[in-house]
C-alpha cells in the first residue's frame, strides 16, 4: 500500500467528503424542486397499516401521467415526515431520477413505522390473491404489494397504471415475493441480490454451515424487540472487537452468545435460527423459489460475482423463474461486484482488481434504466441477451443466450497424490498413464499413488477465512491471495501444470470428495483459485458444506468414523477465464472461521454443544481408483 504523508491524506479525504457532500445538497435540491413528498400509512386487507413515503414528480397529471417505481424495506422507508426529503435522490439511481418517477418506499410489516408484526422471510401462501378481508385474513408479502398497489393506483393522482419494483438483497426478497400472483399493474420486476434460500446458500447458512461472524454483527441492530412501531433502532449490546477470530474463538461454542453479554435471549430470528438446526418446515416454508410460479411481470434479475451475501440468491432467483415459467422474460445480469456495488457511483476496481470502466454506470445506463423505461413508459427498446455477465478473468461482458450457456461440456478435474489437480481418471492405470486431453500434465512414469492425503482438523485452531488481523470482515476475501491458507498442514492445496491454453469455466461448480474423518461430523471448504504466473492466488470460487447433510439437509447423519463416503456438493456459478500460463487450484479445508461457526466434529446439535464436544478429527481426502476425489467445471468450447 503506498504511504503518503499525514497532511496530504488529510486533503485529500477533505476533497472527497466536499465533493460528497456537493453531490448531496445538488441531489438534495433536485428533489426538492423537482417533486412534491407524500407520508401515507396504507391499510392492508387485515387492517394493518404500512408506513409508505411517496416522491410524486411536480408536473405529474392527467396530461403527463408517470409509472411507479416501488421499493419495499425493512431497513426505513425514511426519512419521515413530508418536509424531510431524501438526499441522494428521489430514487434508487441519480439516472432513474432523472427520467422521473413517482417514487415509492414502504416499511413491511413489523419494521419501522409499519403495523404489524414482522417475520423474517415471511412464507408465501402460494394460493393466489384471493381471500376474505378482515382481522384474520390470510396476507404475505405478495397480497401486501397486492394492496398496496391497489391502493396507490386508486389515491396517488397523475399515474399511468403501471408499477415497477425493485430491491436489493431483503428488499431484492420483497421483490421477489411481488411476482406471485402478482398485480396486473405490476409490469416490471428487478430482484437484485436476493435472499432466497437462507438455509442452502443466502445470509444465514451455507449448506447447512451457520455463517457466524455476518449474522452476529447483523442481528445485533436487526433483531432488536420492537413492541410498537419506531423510527430507528438500537443495538442490543456494543460489539466492537478488535480482532474478530480472536474475539469469537474466546465466545467458545455458539450457545454463548446467548449469554448475558450479548442476545440474552432477546434477539428472536437468532434464537429460530438456532432452534432450526435443519432444512425443516421453518427454513422450507421461507424457501421463495417453490412460489415463483405463474409469473407475468418482466424480470431483470441481477447480482454479483462477488457479493458474500446473497450470490446464491441472484442466481437460484433466475434458475427457479426460468425453470418454472417457460416463455417468461426472465433476464440475468452478474458483474463483477460486491452486494450492491451496482447502485455505487463509481466501480471500475476492488480490491487489487482493475476493470477498467465504470461497471456500476454501465449496468444502470445499459440494462437497468432501459429495462424500467421499456416496460413502465413505452420508451425507447429493451432487448438484451438472456444473461448478461462479466468474464472475471478477462475483463469483458459476455452475452449468452442462457445461463449457464448451452456451449459447455463437463471437465472432471481430479485431486490427485503429490497435489496434482488434472482431467486423468485414476482408473485408467494403477500409473495414472494415458491422460485424456489434460490440462498440461506430463505422461511421464509416475509412482503408484497413495490412497489418500490427510490433515489434523482442530476446532481450537480452525483456519481462518481471511488473512490478517481485522475488527470487520473483510469484503475482499471472495478474491484473496490463498498463500496464507496454503502454508498452513490442515490445508490441502491441488495445481494443474501451468495451462497450455484459456480455459473459461462458465456455470456451477461441483465438489466430488471422498473423505473420512476420525470424529463423526465434519466441515468441507472447497476453494477453486487462479494461480498467476508470478505465484499470487486469486480465489475464484469457495463454498462450504456441512458434512452431516451430505445426503439430506433434513435428515443429518453422523459419519462412521475412518469410513471412506462421499460428499458431493454444488459451489456458486462463475465465469472466469482461467488464462494461458496460469495454473488453475483447488484447495479442500474444514474450517473457514469465523465466517463459518465451529463444527464440534462430534455428531451433536452445534447450537447447544459444550467446549468438550469440540474434538480434534484426522481427515483424509482421497484419490485412488476405488475413491476418486474431483471436481466438476462447466467449461465453455469454441
Same mark, same amino acid.
Given at each position: 500500500?503506498?504511504?503518503? $504523508?499525514?497532511?496530504?491524506?488529510?486533503?485529500?479525504?477533505?476533497?472527497?467528503?466536499?465533493?460528497?457532500?456537493?453531490?448531496?445538497?445538488?441531489?438534495?435540491?433536485?428533489?426538492?424542486?423537482?417533486?412534491?413528498?407524500?407520508?401515507?400509512?396504507?391499510?392492508?386487507?387485515?387492517?394493518?397499516?404500512?408506513?409508505?413515503?411517496?416522491?410524486?414528480?411536480?408536473?405529474?397529471?392527467?396530461?403527463?401521467?408517470?409509472?411507479?417505481?416501488?421499493?419495499?424495506?425493512?431497513?426505513?422507508?425514511?426519512?419521515?415526515?413530508?418536509?424531510?426529503?431524501?438526499?441522494?435522490?428521489?430514487?434508487?439511481?441519480?439516472?432513474?431520477?432523472?427520467?422521473?418517477?413517482?417514487?415509492?418506499?414502504?416499511?413491511?410489516?413489523?419494521?419501522?413505522?409499519?403495523?404489524?408484526?414482522?417475520?423474517?422471510?415471511?412464507?408465501?401462501?402460494?394460493?393466489?390473491?384471493?381471500?376474505?378481508?378482515?382481522?384474520?385474513?390470510?396476507?404475505?408479502?405478495?397480497?401486501?404489494?397486492?394492496?398496496?398497489?391497489?391502493?396507490?393506483?386508486?389515491?396517488?393522482?397523475?399515474?399511468?397504471? %403501471?408499477?415497477?419494483?425493485?430491491?436489493?438483497?431483503?428488499?431484492?426478497?420483497?421483490?421477489?415475493?411481488?411476482?406471485?400472483?402478482?398485480? $396486473?399493474?405490476?409490469?416490471?420486476?428487478?430482484?437484485?441480490?436476493?435472499?432466497?434460500?437462507?438455509?442452502?446458500?443466502?445470509?444465514?447458512?451455507?449448506?447447512?454451515?451457520?455463517?457466524?461472524?455476518?449474522?452476529?454483527?447483523?442481528?445485533?441492530?436487526?433483531?432488536?424487540?420492537?413492541?410498537?412501531?419506531?423510527?430507528?433502532?438500537?443495538?442490543?449490546?456494543?460489539?466492537?472487537?478488535?480482532?474478530?477470530?480472536?474475539?469469537?474463538?474466546?465466545?467458545?461454542?455458539?450457545?454463548?452468545?446467548?449469554?448475558?453479554?450479548?442476545?440474552?435471549?432477546?434477539?428472536?430470528?437468532?434464537?429460530?435460527?438456532?432452534?432450526?438446526?435443519?432444512?425443516?418446515?421453518?427454513?422450507?416454508?421461507?424457501?421463495?423459489?417453490?412460489?415463483?410460479?405463474?409469473?407475468?411481470?418482466?424480470?431483470?434479475?441481477?447480482?454479483?460475482?462477488?457479493?458474500?451475501?446473497?450470490?446464491?440468491?441472484?442466481?437460484?432467483?433466475?434458475?427457479?423463474?426460468?425453470?418454472?415459467?417457460?416463455?417468461?422474460?426472465?433476464?440475468?445480469?452478474?458483474?463483477?461486484?460486491?452486494?450492491?456495488?451496482?447502485?455505487?457511483?463509481?466501480?471500475?476496481?476492488?480490491?487489487?482488481? =482493475?476493470?477498467?470502466?465504470?461497471?456500476?454506470?454501465?449496468?444502470?445506463?445499459?440494462?437497468?434504466?432501459?429495462?424500467?423505461?421499456?416496460?413502465?413508459?413505452?420508451?425507447?427498446?429493451?432487448?438484451?441477451?438472456?444473461?448478461?455477465?462479466?468474464?472475471?478473468?478477462?475483463?469483458?461482458?459476455?452475452?449468452?443466450?442462457?445461463?449457464?450457456?448451452?456451449?459447455?461440456?463437463? %471437465?472432471?478435474?481430479?485431486?490427485?497424490?503429490?497435489?496434482?489437480?488434472?482431467?486423468?481418471?485414476?482408473?485408467?492405470?494403477?500409473?495414472?498413464?494415458?491422460?485424456?486431453?489434460?490440462?498440461?500434465?506430463?505422461?511421464?512414469?509416475?509412482?503408484?499413488?497413495?490412497?489418500?492425503?490427510?490433515?489434523?482438523?482442530?476446532?481450537?485452531?480452525?483456519?481462518?477465512?481471511?488473512?490478517?488481523?481485522?475488527?470487520?470482515?473483510?469484503?475482499?476475501?471472495?478474491?484473496?491471495?490463498?498463500?496464507?491458507?496454503?502454508?498452513?498442514?490442515?490445508?490441502?492445496?491441488?495445481?494443474?501444470?501451468?495451462?497450455?491454453?484459456?480455459?473459461?469455466?462458465?456455470?456451477?461448480?461441483?465438489?466430488?470428495?471422498?473423505?473420512?474423518? =476420525?470424529?463423526?461430523?465434519?466441515?468441507?471448504?472447497?476453494?477453486?483459485?487462479?494461480?498467476?504466473?508470478?505465484?499470487?492466488?486469486?480465489?475464484?470460487?469457495?463454498?462450504?458444506?456441512?458434512?452431516?447433510?451430505?445426503? =439430506?439437509?433434513?435428515?443429518?447423519?453422523?459419519?462412521?468414523?475412518?469410513?471412506?463416503?462421499?460428499?458431493?456438493?454444488?459451489?456458486?456459478?462463475?465465469?472466469?477465464?482461467?488464462?494461458?500460463?496460469?495454473?488453475?487450484?483447488?484447495?479442500?479445508?474444514?474450517?473457514?472461521? $469465523?465466517?463459518?461457526?465451529?463444527?464440534?466434529?462430534?455428531?451433536?446439535?452445534?447450537?447447544?454443544?459444550?467446549?468438550?464436544?469440540?474434538?480434534?478429527?484426522?481427515?483424509?481426502?482421497?484419490?485412488?481408483?476405488?475413491?476418486?476425489?474431483?471436481?466438476?467445471?462447466?467449461?465453455?468450447?469454441?
Amino acid at each position: 500500500m503506498p504511504r503518503f $504523508p499525514l497532511a496530504m491524506i488529510v486533503c485529500l479525504l477533505a476533497t472527497t467528503m466536499a465533493a460528497r457532500a456537493q453531490t448531496r445538497a445538488q441531489d438534495s435540491t433536485f428533489v426538492r424542486q423537482h417533486y412534491i413528498k407524500l407520508d401515507r400509512q396504507i391499510p392492508m386487507r387485515d387492517g394493518v397499516k404500512l408506513y409508505t413515503t411517496i416522491y410524486v414528480p411536480k408536473d405529474a397529471s392527467a396530461a403527463k401521467p408517470y409509472p411507479f417505481l416501488m421499493t419495499r424495506t425493512p431497513y426505513s422507508a425514511g426519512p419521515y415526515g413530508e418536509n424531510n426529503y431524501r438526499t441522494h435522490g428521489p430514487g434508487p439511481s441519480r439516472e432513474l431520477s432523472e427520467e422521473q418517477y413517482i417514487f415509492v418506499y414502504q416499511d413491511v410489516r413489523g419494521r419501522y413505522l409499519s403495523e404489524g408484526q414482522f417475520e423474517e422471510m415471511t412464507p408465501a401462501l402460494r394460493a393466489g390473491q384471493a381471500g376474505a378481508t378482515g382481522p384474520t385474513a390470510p396476507h404475505d408479502e405478495s397480497t401486501d404489494t397486492f394492496d398496496t398497489i391497489e391502493w396507490l393506483l386508486q389515491h396517488v393522482p397523475g399515474n399511468n397504471g %403501471r408499477v415497477g419494483m425493485l430491491g436489493i438483497s431483503y428488499p431484492g426478497f420483497y421483490a421477489s415475493a411481488a411476482l406471485p400472483a402478482a398485480h $396486473p399493474a405490476l409490469k416490471a420486476v428487478s430482484p437484485q441480490a436476493p435472499v432466497t434460500d437462507e438455509f442452502i446458500g443466502d445470509d444465514a447458512r451455507h449448506k447447512g454451515a451457520f455463517f457466524l461472524l455476518d449474522n452476529f454483527e447483523f442481528t445485533n441492530y436487526f433483531d432488536v424487540p420492537r413492541p410498537q412501531p419506531v423510527a430507528d433502532y438500537q443495538e442490543l449490546f456494543k460489539f466492537e472487537p478488535k480482532d474478530l477470530y480472536t474475539f469469537f474463538l474466546k465466545l467458545g461454542p455458539i450457545k454463548n452468545a446467548n449469554g448475558p453479554a450479548y442476545f440474552n435471549n432477546r434477539a428472536r430470528i437468532w434464537n429460530e435460527y438456532m432452534q432450526h438446526e435443519t432444512y425443516d418446515a421453518y427454513w422450507q416454508a421461507r424457501n421463495i423459489r417453490p412460489a415463483l410460479k405463474g409469473v407475468k411481470p418482466a424480470v431483470l434479475v441481477v447480482g454479483g460475482w462477488f457479493d458474500a451475501e446473497d450470490l446464491y440468491g441472484a442466481l437460484n432467483t433466475y434458475k427457479a423463474i426460468e425453470k418454472q415459467n417457460p416463455g417468461a422474460t426472465n433476464r440475468l445480469v452478474m458483474g463483477p461486484w460486491t452486494h450492491g456495488a451496482w447502485a455505487r457511483p463509481e466501480w471500475s476496481k476492488f480490491g487489487p482488481l =482493475s476493470f477498467g470502466s465504470n461497471t456500476a454506470q454501465t449496468f444502470r445506463l445499459a440494462l437497468e434504466t432501459p429495462f424500467f423505461n421499456f416496460y413502465l413508459k413505452d420508451k425507447g427498446s429493451f432487448n438484451p441477451a438472456e444473461a448478461t455477465v462479466f468474464d472475471t478473468g478477462t475483463n469483458q461482458w459476455k452475452s449468452h443466450s442462457a445461463w449457464p450457456p448451452a456451449a459447455t461440456k463437463t %471437465r472432471v478435474l481430479y485431486l490427485l497424490d503429490g497435489s496434482k489437480l488434472a482431467v486423468i481418471n485414476p482408473k485408467a492405470s494403477e500409473a495414472l498413464k494415458g491422460s485424456i486431453k489434460n490440462l498440461g500434465v506430463k505422461s511421464a512414469k509416475v509412482k503408484t499413488p497413495k490412497l489418500y492425503t490427510q490433515y489434523l482438523s482442530d476446532p481450537a485452531n480452525p483456519v481462518p477465512y481471511t488473512d490478517g488481523v481485522h475488527a470487520e470482515r473483510n469484503n475482499e476475501y471472495m478474491i484473496e491471495d490463498q498463500r496464507f491458507a496454503a502454508k498452513r498442514p490442515d490445508v490441502l492445496t491441488f495445481r494443474t501444470e501451468t495451462l497450455p491454453n484459456d480455459f473459461t469455466v462458465a456455470g456451477p461448480i461441483t465438489a466430488d470428495l471422498w473423505v473420512s474423518t =476420525s470424529g463423526t461430523d465434519a466441515d468441507f471448504i472447497v476453494k477453486v483459485i487462479d494461480e498467476l504466473p508470478d505465484g499470487t492466488q486469486r480465489l475464484v470460487r469457495a463454498e462450504v458444506m456441512r458434512g452431516r447433510f451430505r445426503n =439430506s439437509f433434513s435428515k443429518p447423519e453422523a459419519f462412521v468414523p475412518n469410513m471412506p463416503t462421499k460428499v458431493t456438493y454444488e459451489l456458486p456459478d462463475v465465469l472466469h477465464t482461467f488464462k494461458q500460463g496460469h495454473r488453475l487450484m483447488v484447495q479442500v479445508q474444514s474450517s473457514w472461521f $469465523p465466517l463459518v461457526d465451529r463444527n464440534p466434529q462430534t455428531f451433536v446439535p452445534i447450537a447447544t454443544a459444550e467446549e468438550k464436544d469440540f474434538q480434534k478429527a484426522t481427515i483424509r481426502l482421497y484419490h485412488d481408483a476405488q475413491h476418486p476425489s474431483a471436481i466438476r467445471v462447466l467449461v465453455l468450447t469454441p
